[in-house]
């Protein structure tokens, strides 16, 4: 049911739905805080408790972050802070220019047009010329080289960008019709064969609807006067 | 003429969001309960995932990430089913981990799915899951350094001491393969600076379709051995012979895009016949 409800924004915003949304995010943030304190003893108290005494500065660093809501002492939130964005870039960045500069830089530069045959040579040199043209397109340092007849670089940039974001709108439909489909099936293999399912079904439907039409028109609840 | 004409071609533009939705739902529901059949023709990505799983010797160490959430389960989840029913067929001995909170969570319901008895399967002897492990990217760089160090128990609570596979398991060093399901790009780009790129870990991911063209630069950089979407689930499943959510999505994923063009295409011939009548 909770299916249901929540699918009924699409077609107008109703009791049912707010119902459903609050209870999701309720229950979500219920399961959260019971993983982060099951974190916190897991990976942090149990081996505490074992004598890693050590983990004393995380718990002190962790404690310190929530000094963020206190008006006088917020100040102190920002070393904890400091500490876990000084771990997350310097992990990111050990491997960041090998795995997402040079690796990408070689493989483009590997790429063949002769030598293969006709296709793959075309698809290497158009894929070659995008990615001179898109990388050209951002070079904001001198903006006359956008100008006059070189704009046709930054047009062509533009127009490969475009197809590159068209392809990622159709991947991203891809991924709702799969999150809509999981649901459809879900209700009709595992909930329609219950006991009642087929009872329950065309009531909430039609509370559904009833709970669509607009306040005004409805007999029923009538909508509550200003004060 | 020409004020109808540009009514006409503006209410084929506008089309009440209510109706598309109406029609998205029909063209969902028509298919799931009665399946077309469309062909589901096999590409070149899921032949690389299946081929990199089926090479594997028996009792190889591979390394999975459960790293998808609850909202991405319809997708991700076929495939997560597929592959392990792949990798305990040969008699792999998987070692999972999640980076995403409900991670341990799908992970039991996938293998309700799977059933690994009728593989002769045992948890803790063939396949096994760590928990989930905060931090992503710096859980990723823990376990693959030192993965007893990290953690001590399974998503259990039970000691990895007891169960067998972990025997001889250490770091990144110990698996011949990363499989990596996930909903973030957090996680399937994090897995290549944190295993691929210091360990030179085999990889292959399963993400959102909508990830796929984020993930392309790698897998054309060759640090991806396959990159798969979630809706091609259908396709591994026909590999290995064992059909299941992927299959039965197919239909409807293929229904859904043919919709979704034919509006385009209509919305493109209102917006030039209006232009073209003077609107």
Same mark, same amino acid.
């Given at each position: 049911?909770?299916?249901?409800?929540?699918?009924?924004?699409?077609?107008?915003?109703?009791?049912?739905?707010?119902?459903?949304?609050?209870?999701?995010?309720?229950?979500?943030?219920?399961?959260?805080?019971?993983?982060?304190?099951?974190?916190?003893?897991?990976?942090?108290?149990?081996?505490?408790?074992?004598?890693?005494?050590?983990?004393?500065?995380?718990?002190?660093?962790?404690?310190?972050?929530?000094?963020?809501?206190?008006?006088?002492?917020?100040?102190?939130?920002?070393?904890?802070?400091?500490?876990?964005?000084?771990?997350?870039?310097?992990?990111?960045?050990?491997?960041?220019?090998?795995?997402?500069?040079?690796?990408?830089?070689?493989?483009?530069?590997?790429?063949?047009?002769?030598?293969?045959?006709?296709?793959?040579?075309?698809?290497?040199?158009?894929?070659?010329?995008?990615?001179?043209?898109?990388?050209?397109?951002?070079?904001?340092?001198?903006?006359?080289?956008?100008?006059?007849?070189?704009?046709?670089?930054?047009?062509?940039?533009?127009?490969?960008?475009?197809?590159?974001?068209?392809?990622?709108?159709?991947?991203?439909?891809?991924?709702?019709?799969?999150?809509?489909?999981?649901?459809?099936?879900?209700?009709?293999?595992?909930?329609?064969?219950?006991?009642?399912?087929?009872?329950?079904?065309?009531?909430?439907?039609?509370?559904?609807?009833?709970?669509?039409?607009?306040?005004?028109?409805?007999?029923?609840?009538?909508?509550?006067?200003?004060? | 003429?020409?004020?109808?004409?540009?009514?006409?071609?503006?209410?084929?533009?506008?089309?009440?969001?209510?109706?598309?939705?109406?029609?998205?739902?029909?063209?969902?529901?028509?298919?799931?309960?009665?399946?077309?059949?469309?062909?589901?023709?096999?590409?070149?990505?899921?032949?690389?995932?299946?081929?990199?799983?089926?090479?594997?010797?028996?009792?190889?160490?591979?390394?999975?990430?459960?790293?998808? %959430?609850?909202?991405?389960?319809?997708?991700?989840?076929?495939?997560?089913?597929?592959?392990?029913?792949?990798?305990?067929?040969?008699?792999?001995?998987?070692?999972?981990?999640?980076?995403?909170?409900?991670?341990?969570?799908?992970?039991?319901?996938?293998?309700?799915?799977?059933?690994?008895?009728?593989?002769?399967?045992?948890?803790?002897?063939?396949?096994?899951?760590?928990?989930?492990?905060?931090?992503?990217?710096?859980?990723?760089?823990?376990?693959?350094?030192?993965?007893?160090?990290?953690?001590?128990?399974?998503?259990?609570?039970?000691?990895?001491?007891?169960?067998?596979?972990?025997?001889?398991?250490?770091?990144? %060093? %110990?698996?011949?393969?990363?499989?990596?399901?996930?909903?973030?790009?957090?996680?399937?780009?994090?897995?290549?600076?944190?295993?691929?790129?210091?360990?030179?870990?085999?990889?292959?991911?399963?993400?959102?379709?909508?990830?796929?063209?984020?993930?392309?630069?790698?897998?054309?950089?060759?640090?991806?051995?396959?990159?798969?979407?979630?809706?091609?689930?259908?396709?591994?499943?026909?590999?290995?012979?064992?059909?299941?959510?992927?299959?039965?999505?197919?239909?409807?994923? %293929?229904?859904?895009?043919?919709?979704?063009?034919?509006?385009?295409?209509?919305?493109?011939?209102?917006?030039?016949?209006?232009?073209?009548?003077?609107?």
């Amino acid at each position: 049911m909770f299916s249901l409800w929540i699918f009924s924004i699409a077609f107008r915003d109703n009791v049912f739905f707010k119902f459903a949304e609050h209870t999701f995010v309720g229950a979500a943030a219920g399961h959260n805080i019971v993983y982060g304190v099951d974190n916190v003893l897991r990976y942090g108290w149990t081996p505490f408790t074992k004598g890693a005494l050590l983990y004393v500065v995380a718990f002190l660093l962790g404690i310190v972050l929530y000094t963020r809501y206190h008006k006088k002492y917020f100040w102190m939130s920002r070393f904890p802070l400091s500490v876990m964005v000084g771990i997350g870039i310097g992990l990111s960045m050990r491997a960041t220019v090998t795995a997402e500069f040079i690796a990408q830089i070689q493989s483009t530069a590997a790429l063949k047009i002769l030598g293969v045959d006709a296709w793959t040579g075309f698809s290497n040199l158009l894929f070659i010329i995008i990615v001179l043209t898109v990388v050209y397109f951002f070079i904001f340092t001198f903006p006359s080289v956008h100008k006059g007849n070189l704009g046709i670089i930054s047009k062509f940039a533009r127009y490969a960008m475009m197809a590159s974001f068209g392809y990622s709108f159709a991947n991203a439909l891809l991924s709702r019709f799969n999150m809509i489909f999981g649901r459809v099936d879900f209700l009709y293999t595992s909930w329609l064969p219950l006991p009642g399912a087929m009872v329950a079904l065309p009531i909430v439907l039609i509370l559904l609807a009833y709970a669509m039409i607009p306040a005004q028109k409805r007999p029923w609840p009538k909508p509550s006067k200003p004060s | 003429m020409s004020k109808q004409g540009k009514g006409l071609w503006r209410r084929l533009e506008e089309v009440p969001r209510e109706v598309l939705y109406l029609l998205i739902f029909l063209a969902i529901i028509v298919p799931t309960v009665s399946p077309i059949g469309l062909a589901v023709p096999i590409s070149d990505e899921a032949k690389a995932w299946y081929n990199t799983v089926d090479k594997l010797p028996a009792g190889t160490a591979v390394f999975v990430d459960f790293g998808y %959430s609850g909202g991405g389960e319809p997708e991700l989840g076929p495939m997560a089913v597929a592959t392990y029913h792949h990798m305990l067929r040969k008699k792999l001995k998987v070692i999972a981990m999640s980076t995403s909170l409900e991670g341990p969570l799908l992970f039991e319901r996938a293998m309700a799915e799977v059933g690994p008895e009728k593989y002769g399967a045992k948890y803790g002897v063939d396949y096994v899951h760590i928990g989930y492990i905060a931090g992503t990217e710096t859980a990723m760089a823990a376990v693959g350094k030192d993965l007893r160090a990290t953690t001590t128990t399974d998503y259990k609570k039970v000691s990895l001491d007891q169960y067998p596979i972990m025997a001889g398991i250490k770091d990144a %060093s %110990s698996f011949q393969l990363l499989i990596c399901f996930t909903t973030g790009g957090d996680q399937s780009e994090g897995w290549v600076r944190q295993w691929v790129t210091p360990y030179k870990t085999p990889y292959i991911a399963n993400v959102l379709a909508l990830m796929i063209p984020t993930m392309l630069p790698y897998r054309k950089a060759g640090q991806l051995l396959s990159l798969t979407a979630g809706a091609q689930a259908g396709e591994v499943e026909l590999l290995i012979k064992v059909p299941g959510r992927g299959i039965k999505s197919a239909d409807v994923i %293929s229904v859904c895009h043919l919709l979704m063009v034919a509006f385009v295409i209509l919305g493109n011939i209102a917006y030039y016949g209006r232009k073209a009548s003077g609107g």
